[in-house]
Nanobody
Framework: QLQLVESGGGLVQPGGSLKLSCAVS????????IGWFRQVPGEEREGVSC???????YYPRPVKGRFTVSKDAVTSTTYLQMNDLKAEDTGVYYC??????????????????????WGHGTQVTVSA
């Protein structure tokens, strides 16, 4: 069973940067698609980036050009670099993995329901 632990959240001023980490134990990242999601109280969890096993990335328009997802296969860690942060980026950030072993169809990488494993989240607050 995979375990995911996020870290790196905190309070940052608008325009600042944070780098979130998600350490994965119990398995290799090789066969898993990666997603990063954000949730604010009262709203649905929304995708902010994803990285497929083929190396394809996706970013929704509000974060494109500011957020970058990456992974380190050696340490089984995925990262979310967030630059030029805005107040609307505030929320709890989650990393998630989807098992793609044996998959024969594509998946919608920004949809939370596609994912099999989740971390517990890390709070990011962007405020002056």
């Amino acid at each position: 069973q995979l375990q995911l632990v996020e870290s790196g959240g905190g309070l940052v001023q608008p325009g600042g940067s944070l780098k979130l980490s998600c350490a994965v134990s119990g398995g290799s990242l090789e066969h898993y698609g990666i997603g990063w999601f954000r949730q604010v109280p009262g709203e649905e969890r929304e995708g902010v980036s994803c990285l497929t096993t083929n190396g394809i990335t996706y970013y929704p328009r509000p974060v494109k050009g500011r957020f970058t997802v990456s992974k380190d296969a050696v340490t089984s860690t995925t990262y979310l670099q967030m630059n030029d942060l805005k107040a609307e980026d505030t929320g709890v950030y989650y990393c998630a993995l989807v098992d793609r072993r044996g998959a024969t169809t594509s998946y919608v990488c920004w949809e939370p329901d596609e994912y099999d494993f989740w971390g517990h989240g890390t709070q990011v607050t962007v405020s002056a």
